[in-house]
């Protein structure tokens, strides 16, 4: 929670200056939901419970995910088509691994589970005009942080929770379009393709196609 709030006073602090120093008019908020799908290959050491104990367990597994990311961003405008955004989210996802293995073998775990981080997007924006409606390029990251895991146990009828703080960045690109319905609203829709880096330690291949919609409000 310490990092969620330092985070948020460093962006409140960022917009006040941008809105007084750089003027309004090139100031906007937006609000973002992206459901996205994902698929994970990795292998790491894990310590789980095992026969009323604790055992160290070497987890290979190939994981499937569904979810969304939903939160709020600040977009600053260079010009008429270049702009820089920053936000923070909240992503949650639902995890199936139909392909688990553990050495020594841990044969209950379901390979079923639940997750949730927050991220704070940092993007370089792209549109080719100033049309009503105009194409809208994306390039960027994801840094994402302060992550909890569940993982269902079911003989016992019981799970597991991991507690991760190390932080991942996802280098992010999307193309899509912008809707101005209106004087100060806009529209965005992007497809988008993001590739997580590996935390050291952990030997994992990760992306996410997700489908990203914003409301824009325009100051």
């Known amino acids: 929670m310490k990092a969620i709030r330092m985070v948020t006073t460093i962006l409140a602090g960022l917009l006040c200056f941008s809105s007084v120093v750089l003027g309004?008019?090139?100031?906007?908020?937006?609000?973002?939901?992206?459901?996205?799908?994902?698929?994970?290959?990795?292998?790491?050491?894990?310590?789980?419970?095992?026969?009323?104990?604790?055992?160290?367990?070497?987890?290979?597994?190939?994981?499937?995910?569904?979810?969304?990311?939903?939160g709020l961003n600040a977009r600053y405008s260079f010009s008429s088509k270049w702009s820089a955004s920053t936000g923070l989210w909240l992503s949650e996802s639902w995890n199936n691994v139909p392909d688990i293995t553990f050495n020594p073998a841990i044969p209950y775990y379901t390979g079923r589970g639940k997750s949730h981080n927050f991220v704070i997007p940092v993007m370089v924006n792209f549109q080719t005009s100033g049309n009503k409606l105009s194409p809208y390029f994306s390039a960027g990251a994801l840094w994402n942080f302060t992550n909890t895991s569940r993982v269902n146990i079911a003989t016992q009828e019981s799970y597991v929770i991991f507690k991760n703080s190390d932080s991942r960045i996802m280098p992010m690109i999307g193309a899509g379009v912008i809707y101005n319905f209106a004087q100060h609203l806009s529209i965005i829709a992007q497809p988008t393709f993001s590739y997580a880096i590996s935390p050291s330690g952990i030997d994992s291949h990760a992306y996410r196609a997700s489908f990203n919609v914003q409301l824009l409000y325009k100051l």
């Open 24 to 70: 309004q008019s090139k100031l906007a908020f937006s609000a973002t939901v992206a459901p996205f799908y994902g698929h994970i290959n990795s292998e790491k050491t894990y310590v789980v419970p095992y026969n009323s104990g604790l055992i160290s367990s070497e987890m290979k597994s190939k994981t499937t995910s569904k979810g969304y990311w939903a």
